[in-house]
């Protein structure tokens, strides 16, 4: 089974900062695209910030020159880095990866995968 688990999340005060982590584990055989999204309370689902298996990154509007996404691709580990923390990025972050994995047939699957979600809260 491939799964993602995130952690970092928490309450933080306006101009804070948090580190977020997600890491992958099961039998991947390779990983393309990870991301960050989030969702607020009565707001869709968007993407914060997303980087390939080369360390290109895009960012949305909202986050640029605050957030930064890096990975460690020898952990299958994504962070986001968020600094000058406002209210507004109050929110459930998930973790998105786009993956290869190995089946119990040794075939190869592609997959996209999210994680269960952390909990970041700004407050004012």
């Known amino acids: 089974q491939v799964e993602l688990v995130e952690s970092g999340g928490g309450l933080v005060q306006a101009g804070g900062s948090l580190r977020l982590s997600c890491v992958a584990s099961?039998?991947?055989?390779?990983?393309?695209?990870m991301g960050w999204y989030r969702q607020a309370p009565g707001k869709q689902r968007e993407s914060v910030a997303a980087?390939?298996?080369?360390?290109?990154?895009n960012y949305a509007d909202s986050v640029k020159g605050r957030f930064t996404i890096s990975r460690d691709n020898a952990k299958n580990t994504v962070y986001l880095q968020m600094n000058s923390l406002k209210p507004e990025d109050t929110a459930v972050y998930y973790c998105n990866a786009d993956l290869v994995v190995v089946t119990t047939t040794s075939a190869y699957k592609h997959l996209e995968i999210w994680g269960q979600g952390t909990l970041v809260t700004v407050s004012s």
């Open positions: 099961g039998k991947i055989f390779s990983i393309n695209a």
């Open positions: 980087i390939t298996s080369g360390g290109t990154t």
